[in-house]
């Protein structure tokens, strides 16, 4: 528009569009055109993955979500599922299914330049994390990743994100994640079976030619799994990504280990006592087990004290006050607060502990961690003297 203007100054007679198609005609200003290339893929060389963010109605309720699809290169085969979140582990379960939907495995799958499987460097200088290059090595194959700004190389893979969208997602709702992704699994089925004029032919029909060069699958799929170290909180639940599992009251204050899987979380207290429910992405949900549910008026009444704090009243009455107060204003759950100060009673000399608890009453502390401290600095004290005659004398 500047030139236009210089140039309607200086005398020349001509409109800005004329301008600009002369200026496209000679190439002035303009990237010089390149001709698309086009990618040829063996059968079972190849497998592209990635994942795409989408919105989707679960539950009565719109959510954000990611899409995470698989796609053969040579057969165009496509398989996908939608996941609330995408980590680590979900991309171990969705690439096990996808796996097993497609009857075996390429030789490599290409993927972008993701924190999920990336540990460090871009396109051919990548190097997976340890994790996910194991879980490779167990199906037989390996991750590649594409060179930045280079998206056309995984373009088998990006292209149906959009046809998802469009025509799965589309006017769906979903009463629940698992009915999501198996109408997903099934709208897939369908798709496959179809003829796709890009191609020119039917993915299932050049997926049984492709079927002969996958890898097979091993005889043994180990189940995708990841532990947790929890507690159990004074309601008898395991909070594990914001659902809370039920567990028997007898474990509140415990320490356990939470096993998670694509369908289950087991909870596990000790050898052969073990809670296993069924697997719920739905957030913020409380799930509870028939046994777990205390009879009408048989769960534990407010004005009943714990076990720990009646063993501590009856041997010490004097630190009722403080008792009460750090079951109001202790940071740590109160079954475990009155656990610890249960241990300090029971292993450092009477008088030590009564004048930590006094000092602390008096100033207000409830850190059970510093008051232990305090302790540990009057036993010093009053336990271990030096003999400083002795010394003097040698």
Excluded at 29 to 39: I, M, S
Excluded at 335 to 347: I, K
């Amino acid at each position: 528009m500047r030139v236009h203007e210089e140039l309607t100054a200086s005398g020349a007679q001509l409109s800005y569009p004329a301008l600009t198609a002369f200026c496209r005609r000679q190439g002035i200003g303009q990237a010089p055109l390149v001709p698309a290339g086009r990618y040829h893929f063996e059968p079972g060389v190849e497998m592209q993955h990635d994942t795409s963010p989408h919105e989707v109605e679960v539950g009565g309720k719109k959510q954000k979500a990611q899409t995470a699809s698989a796609v053969l290169c040579y057969s165009r085969l496509l398989f996908f599922q939608i996941h609330p979140i995408f980590q680590r582990f979900d991309c171990k379960v969705f690439l096990t299914e996808a796996l097993r939907y497609m009857g075996g495995a390429p030789q490599r799958v290409m993927i972008d330049n993701t924190h999920v499987v990336v540990l460090r460097g871009t396109g051919r200088e990548m190097i997976a994390v340890p994790e996910m290059e194991a879980f490779a090595d167990r199906f037989g194959f390996r991750f590649v990743a594409h060179e930045r700004g280079d998206a056309n190389r995984s373009a088998r893979v990006e292209r149906p994100f959009s046809f998802i969208e469009n025509n799965f997602l589309a006017g769906r709702t979903f009463a629940s994640w698992n009915d999501l992704n198996q109408q997903a699994r099934q709208w897939c089925d369908r798709m496959n079976a179809t003829y796709k004029k890009h191609i020119h032919a039917v993915p299932r029909e050049l997926f049984a030619v492709e079927r002969l060069h996958l890898k097979p699958l091993p005889a043994w799929i180990p189940e995708v799994y990841r532990l947790h170290e929890r507690s159990v909180d004074v309601e008898g639940y395991v909070s594990l990504h914001s659902t809370r599992y039920s567990v028997p009251v007898s474990w509140i204050g415990r320490r356990v280990e939470v096993r998670e899987t694509k369908d289950k979380v087991e909870i596990e207290l000790e050898a052969r006592r073990l809670v296993t429910h069924v697997r719920t992405l739905a957030p913020l949900q409380r799930v509870t087990l028939p046994e777990h549910k205390l009879p009408w008026g048989e769960g534990v009444k407010k004005s009943e004290r714990h076990p720990e704090e009646q063993s501590i009243l009856h041997a010490v009455p004097e630190i009722t006050g403080y008792v009460a107060e750090l079951k109001q204003k202790g940071r740590k759950v109160v079954a475990f607060s009155l656990r610890q100060l249960l241990r300090l009673l029971r292993e450092y000399p009477p008088e030590s502990f009564l004048a930590a608890v006094r000092e602390a009453a008096q100033y207000g502390l409830y850190d059970l961690d510093r008051l232990e401290r305090m302790i540990l600095r009057r036993v010093a004290r009053d336990y271990f003297l030096i003999d400083t005659d002795h010394q003097n004398h040698d």
